[in-house]
């Protein structure tokens, strides 16, 4: 068993209104120069394969078919052994 944590992050060719916004209201708190805000996806999962090529393929096939969108969206994979 593996478990799984993938980061999906909007492109960076691709506008963040949602990171825009953030920008705002983080500039309203004076807290110091803080730009360039993008926000994304975190998704934690245990896939119960016997492999780690077995584990990165299925979670490739979860991100592209359901999770992200490959037309906006990348995204990163990272796992570890349960």
């Known amino acids: ?14 506008l963040d209104p949602q990171g825009k916004a953030v920008e705002h209201a983080i500039g309203t708190l004076n807290v110091g120069t803080i730009h360039d805000v993008r926000v994304g996806k975190f998704i934690e999962m245990k896939v119960d394969v016997q492999d780690e090529a077995g584990a990165r393929a299925a979670t490739e096939e979860v991100c592209k ?11 990163y994979i990272e796992l570890e052994k349960a």
């Not at 068993?1 to 691709?14: E, G, P, Q, W, Y």
């Not at 078919?65 to 995204?75: G, I, Q, S, T």
């Open 1 to 14: 068993m593996f478990h799984a944590k993938v980061r999906i992050t909007l492109r960076k060719s691709i």
């Open 65 to 75: 078919k359901l999770l992200a969108n490959p037309v906006m969206e990348d995204y």
